[in-house]
């Protein structure tokens, strides 16, 4: 019997590690709370600040001003001048804390991580009795926080880059297209859509309810109320044909039976129309996804979006790191027939699709 020889120094390590973890997961609360208080805002605006003065700038109390500011500093958020005792957000920080124009802007993407951990107890009950756990199912911290993470990212690149970058599709929205818009949550990327192509109509679906009455409320907030058309239906139910362009906002991963979906597209999409499915950045191999952002995507992958698929019928799980090539399975499989990639970001992967 031999006995396995612990390396002290490497056992340390990871427990240090661990600390910083633990830290990393209450650092998502805590940008929360000062997105939620208007402390980060403050501290753009105000530039070297005190805990008192923070705190009476934005009428909360001190004791929580002050310790919310020492872990941030802490955690490397925001810097500390030991001499003057003043806390200052750097300028490259605030463009990622307080400007929501911005594609770098992330409170939406702690905002729904926050969310996602809380609902962690319904996922760990679903994993014993191998049910899922739907969309519909999570607190609003995870609704409303997926669409504040994407919408930047749409904002820069959708009209400019994505669209663009599909075949002929530009000039179709600019004459007069009809658009189906799938999976569109709150409605950001419909509106984006209809807002920059006035001539076209976009109908946005989604098996949510809520999420298609804040959509509603959106476009009307926008003014495209006229030019877009909103209906609770699933991917594989939503109605109208002869689309010139349907469109999935990472959300094809999510589906319970994604090749379902795929089949009601290619049976709605006119005949030289495009299919654009934008999915999370993803290899085709978990080895090219030991990174950073498949990190991320790997653990919202387990406690989000397999959870929703495995909640419907089918239960694929394709798992949020799907990668090309199992997208180019789903689609083939339902019988388009060209597939390439169009446009990639640090966070998303932009297919092609063709009947």
Wanted: glycine share 10%.
């Amino acid at each position: 019997m031999t006995t396995t020889q612990i390396d002290t120094d490497r056992l340390m390590a990871f427990v240090m590690r661990a600390v910083d973890e633990v830290g990393s997961t209450l650092g998502c609360a805590l940008v929360r709370m000062g997105d939620e208080l208007g402390y980060y805002r403050d501290l753009a605006d105000h530039g070297p600040t005190t805990a008192e003065e923070l705190a009476y700038r934005t009428e909360t109390a001190l004791p929580y001003a002050r310790e919310w500011l020492s872990a941030e500093a802490a955690g490397g958020i925001i810097d500390f001048d030991a001499t003057t005792a003043r806390f200052t957000l750097p300028p490259e920080h605030a463009v990622a804390l307080t400007d929501a124009s911005s594609p770098a802007y992330l409170p939406g993407f702690f905002q729904i991580a926050l969310g996602t951990v809380r609902d962690a107890h319904q996922v760990i009950e679903a994993a014993r009795d191998a049910s899922g756990v739907g969309w519909h199912e999570h607190n609003g911290d995870v609704h409303a926080g997926c669409e504040r993470f994407f919408r930047p990212g749409y904002a820069a690149n959708l009209v400019t880059e994505w669209l663009p970058a599909l075949d002929g599709v530009v000039p179709k929205l600019e004459a007069g297209a009809r658009v189906a818009d799938v999976g569109c949550g709150h409605g950001a990327s419909t509106v984006l859509m209809a807002s920059a192509f006035p001539e076209s109509v976009v109908t946005g679906s989604d098996y949510h309810a809520g999420s298609v009455a804040t959509a509603r409320e959106r476009a009307a907030e926008a003014g495209v109320g006229e030019r877009t058309v909103f209906e609770v239906a699933s991917a594989a139910e939503f109605s109208g044909d002869g689309y010139d362009l349907v469109t999935m906002f990472d959300c094809l991963h999510d589906m319970g039976d994604p090749v379902g979906a795929a089949r009601h597209v290619r049976s709605v999409i006119a005949p030289d129309g495009t299919w654009m499915i934008v999915e999370p950045a993803a290899g085709d191999h978990l080895d090219d996804n030991l990174n950073p952002i498949g990190r991320a995507y790997y653990g919202f992958s387990t406690l989000l979006c397999t959870p929703a698929s495995l909640s419907q019928p089918v239960g694929v799980a394709l798992g949020t790191q799907a990668g090309p090539a199992r997208i180019r399975g789903v689609v083939t499989t339902a019988g388009f027939t060209r597939f390439r990639i169009a446009a990639q970001t640090p966070f998303n992967n932009v297919f092609e699709v063709r009947p």
